[in-house]
């Protein structure tokens, strides 16, 4: 089963069919409000507002284990994560989507970013942080769409809650990276660990503030272009979780958890058995 993270801008998309309300609450506290069982064309999905249903959560505050442990807890197999993003690449123009492959993380450690710790040994390769294997299967969706899709790139995710910084917004350009985002770390490594594939959908709402002969875009215009992007993020959805089992063949389930445990079951602490078993399956 697909899950789908909406992020800000997409907190709720209205052809939704609600079926199920779920529960939140894991073992790292509850996930984020607004998490059910919905569906999406002839599918059936899980659906979690990452802010909250209210967009009540800043990036520093979702609980980001929470979120994914839930996901994987009611079935996921594989999450679709669509977000707004800055463009710090002029050919990523407002109302673009961006798959990026590559992610730097500047964030400040404020954020639980791993299931392990505590007692539960691993580490997880994140050479390869998104599931090329989706990648793949999507790109022909690409051609049906009436807006630009971009393959690759490199997401810098920062803290927040501010905005970047002229001279912040120049370096991360000089170091590689093409869009900017607040939260789609620690999500794409914990959902490795957990053995889900991870598929990145990336909105782009305006020009971060490098480049002087863009004039600095307003909360309203952004707001404007994010009600535009939630139609298109709807239909591009609405096709990929019509692919039939596309996780069959992905990389995540083996190479997360599973094969990052460096521990064997019975040395692990008795009170994190049961949800190290969820993870794991």
């Not at 967009?55 to 929470?66: Q, T, W």
């Not at 990389?251 to 190290?276: D, H, Q, R, T, Y």
Request: charged share 20%; net charge negative; aromatic share 12%.
């Amino acid at each position: 089963m697909w899950a789908l993270i909406g992020g800000s801008g997409f907190e709720n998309f209205e052809e939704f069919e609600v079926l199920e309300e779920l529960n939140t609450e894991t073992p790292f506290g509850p996930a984020s409000s607004g998490l059910k069982r919905v569906k999406l064309g002839n599918q059936e999905i899980i659906f979690l507002s990452r802010h909250g249903a209210h967009h009540e959560l800043l990036p520093s505050e979702i609980n980001y284990r929470a979120n994914i442990y839930a996901l994987k807890q009611h079935g996921a197999k594989a999450v679709l994560s669509v977000s707004a993003i800055g463009s710090l690449a002029k050919e990523y123009k407002p109302g673009d989507m961006v798959i990026p492959f590559q992610y730097i993380d500047r964030t400040k450690s404020l954020r639980e970013s791993s299931f392990f710790g505590g007692g539960l040994i691993g580490h997880v390769s994140l050479a390869k942080p998104v599931s090329h294997t989706l990648i793949e299967q999507v790109r022909p969706i690409a051609q049906d769409v009436d807006f630009d899709i971009h393959f690759g790139g490199t997401y810098i995710c920062i803290e927040g809650p501010y905005f970047s910084t002229k001279a912040e917004s120049n370096y991360y350009r000089q170091i590689g990276a093409t869009v900017i985002g607040m939260t789609n770390f620690p999500e794409y490594g914990l959902a490795r660990e957990a053995g889900l594939s991870y598929l990145p959908c990336c909105f782009v709402t305006d020009y971060d503030c490098w480049d002087d002969s863009i004039a600095h875009v307003t909360v309203e215009e952004v707001i404007k272009v994010m009600k535009t992007n939630n139609a298109k993020a709807f239909s591009f959805a609405k096709r990929v979780v019509c692919l039939k089992d596309p996780w069959a063949s992905c990389e995540a389930s083996s190479s997360g958890m599973k094969a990052g445990l460096f521990m064997p079951m019975e040395a692990i602490p008795a009170e994190k058995k049961k949800w190290v078993e969820v993870l794991l399956k």
